[in-house]
């Protein structure tokens, strides 16, 4: 079997044909799939009937899965994290970030499956990190090599909004004390691309620390933005069936939250990646 890919954007993004994710990966497949997930970073799949441990089992072909110290898991595999937005606060969705960037080795990736969407609303963007990166000057690239920056669980999960009962605040409580901040460079280089990508976030990323607050506030804020612009980004309609897979080493990403009151049900599989150098 070979992949069919059609690209999206000169950025990233691919949509793929020609797999069934509910199906076990043969070595030569899931080689197929690692190598178009290196050239496009965000890969889309259409009509895929998967069950969460099916999910699960796609998932973990990729990488050891980790499993969130706050959002609810799925009954049939812990592994499966359920976003419903009837049931958690998902706010912290609808900024551009990068995946549990708070602990030392960082997610590879991810797999998203999409369970239940509103009528309309609710996509979600990706934007790359690599090209944000390679499109700063030369000065600018030089100035931030070699820089790191503070990545702090609190900023995208606050206690006033995962603390409302004692077990919520017990569970947050345990989870801030298993994730006390801690830093990653500002630029990381893709351990199996080499290229090298921003490794910032509005999410968790709250401070650069060679920098006077000042001055870091402002150099945040310019990356930030920077990150954003539309040419570095691909947005995703989703439908039901849907599978995003997507390298947590070099992309961003943002939730559109422009469907309340409606009902958004998204399933998340999680790879555990390596320490950023």
Known sequence: MSLQLTRLSPALGAIVE??????????????????ALLRHQVLFFRGQDITPLQQRNFAVRFGDLHTHPIYPQHPDARQIMVLDTEAVDLQDNAIWHTDVTFIETPPLGAVLAARQLPEFGGDTLWAS???????????????????????DFTRSFPLKRYGQSPADRQRWEEARRQHPPLSHPVARIHPESGRKALFVNEGFTSEINELPEAESRALLQFLFAHQARPEFSVRWRWQEGDVAFWDNRCTTHYAMDDYRPARRVMHRATILGDKPF
């Open 18 to 35: 020609g797999v069934d994710l509910a199906r076990p990966l043969s070595d030569s497949l899931h080689r197929e799939i690692r190598d």
């Open 129 to 151: 990190g690599t090209a944000a990166w390679e499109a700063l000057s030369e000065r600018m690239r030089a100035l931030l090599d070699g820089l790191t920056a503070t990545h």
